[in-house]
């Protein structure tokens, strides 16, 4: 018949052995602890604190509950942890990480580049592009991947910052340019540059008694204009 131990413990050995697939660290113990603490409380028993059983409550008949595999190995499994917009840079974190394991970062294009913490649990990325970008990390184990883990982010995009009109003279800024990246200013004729960095110019009227109608400034970054 489907019920008792000869239907239950199959069930509960593969769970056992899900565990075992994204935590091979564990000891069997660990894994028994961790299948006890997710069960489900079912059957409309009363559940309680018993001594001897530390995995949560327990019930006589019901033992600590069903099973239940996706929380079971959701408990234990790595995930990758950190921002999912990235303004200059972010840290990342594998939690659940398996002792003994290493970290593979790597990210899916030139816009956020590994600073620190390749082969560790938590990593350092920078900004370096405009693109929207995914953090990937590869978990090794005894020289075999075990999992992949991937986390899909949003890049800030600079923007040109200053007044709209100049009675005498103003500065700009283009905010949030990922390190790395060149700026060309161009500014109208009828304005004066008195000052420049990559990503500030400041500028003045040319004359002030023959006022601007209107002007602008442009700051060019790798291929993307901001006006």
Not at 177 to 197: D, E, K, N, R
Request: net charge positive; aromatic share 8%.
């Amino acid at each position: 018949s489907q019920d008792g131990t000869s239907f239950s413990a199959p069930q509960v050995a593969g769970v056992a052995a899900l565990i075992l697939s994204v935590r091979p660290d564990l000891t069997g113990q660990q894994v028994r602890n961790v299948i006890e603490q997710t069960a489900q409380k079912v059957g409309g028993y009363s559940y309680a604190t018993t001594s001897g059983r530390p995995n949560g409550t327990w019930n006589q008949e019901m033992g600590y509950g069903l099973v239940d595999a996706y929380a079971a190995v959701y408990a234990v499994a790595p995930r990758l942890s950190g921002p999912a917009s990235v303004c200059n840079q972010a840290t990342y974190t594998i939690k659940n990480l398996p002792q003994g394991a290493t970290v593979q970062w790597s990210a899916s294009n030139n816009s956020m580049t590994l600073q620190s913490g390749q082969g560790t649990a938590t990593a350092l990325f920078r900004q370096t592009g405009l693109a929207n970008s995914e953090i990937r990390a590869a978990i090794r184990f005894n020289g075999a991947t075990i999992a992949n883990l991937a986390q899909a982010i949003t890049v800030c995009q600079p923007f040109l910052s200053g007044p709209s009109a100049i009675c005498n003279q103003a500065t700009y800024t283009v905010e949030n340019l990922p390190v790395g990246l060149q700026v060309q200013w161009q500014v109208h004729p009828g304005l004066h540059v008195y000052g420049q960095t990559n990503n500030s110019i400041s500028v003045s009227k040319q004359s002030l008694t023959s006022p601007i109608e209107k002007g602008w400034v442009k700051a060019t970054i790798v291929g993307t204009n901001t006006t």
